[in-house]
Nanobody, 124 residues
Framework: VQLQASGGGLVQSGGSLRLSCAAS????????MGWFRQGPGTDREFVAG????????YYADFVKGRFTISRDYAKNTMYLQMNSLKPEDTAVYYC??????????????????WGQGTQVTVSS
């Protein structure tokens, strides 16, 4: 499975961006996919996740009400709509996937497949 993340950029505080994560190669009909982020000098942290081929979405508390995760099965693509962005949202955002799980795990080591990351910078 190859994951390609895109959509990052520079935006002012309060602005919006939509990230995309396109899956290719050995695609799967079930499992979980998620978004993580890593700021300078920080650990990679969970942002949002969903069950692929099932029902279930989970958000980190710090993005609830601002970010929305979604998927398009026809395009094998996951999205992260980010609204009301804050400077503290500045980070490299990664998408991740694993076909084996039904539970949305928040720890990076649960995911076998990773995209290359896309930089999101929010200016104040």
């Amino acid at each position: 499975v190859q994951l390609q993340a895109s959509g990052g950029g520079l935006v002012q505080s309060g602005g919006s961006l939509r990230l995309s994560c396109a899956a290719s190669g050995r695609t799967f009909s079930s499992g979980v996919m998620g978004w993580f982020r890593q700021g300078p000098g920080t650990d990679r942290e969970f942002v949002a996740g969903l069950r692929w081929g099932g029902v279930g979405i989970y958000y980190a508390d710090f993005v609830k009400g601002r970010f929305t995760i979604s998927r398009d099965y026809a395009k094998n693509t996951m999205y992260l709509q980010m609204n009301s962005l804050k400077p503290e949202d500045t980070a490299v955002y990664y998408c991740a996937a694993d076909p084996n799980w039904r539970q949305i795990y928040t720890t990076p080591n649960r995911y076998d497949y990773w995209g290359q990351g896309t930089q999101v910078t929010v200016s104040s």
